[in-house]
């Protein structure tokens, strides 16, 4: 993992269309803004584990078994 030091302001810039950007800091939060190209999902970890049960349960509740008369 690369750790970088960023002050309010300062960016980082992830290839050549990705740009994060500390737009404030105050006490133990931090406020970072993120331009991205459309195609490029950005979204909080602390939601992945969440949106992946969500389509699971979607998934299931999408086929039902076909039955034979």
Known sequence: MLVLTR???EGILIGSDI???VINIE???IRLGIEAPKNVRVIREELT???GQENRMAAQSMFFPLKHD
Do not use: S, Y
Request: hydrophobic residues 35%; without cysteine; neutral net charge.
């Open 7 to 9: 002050r309010q302001n």
């Open 19 to 21: 740009l994060i950007t």
């Open 27 to 29: 006490g133990d939060k």
């Open 49 to 51: 584990a969440e949106i």
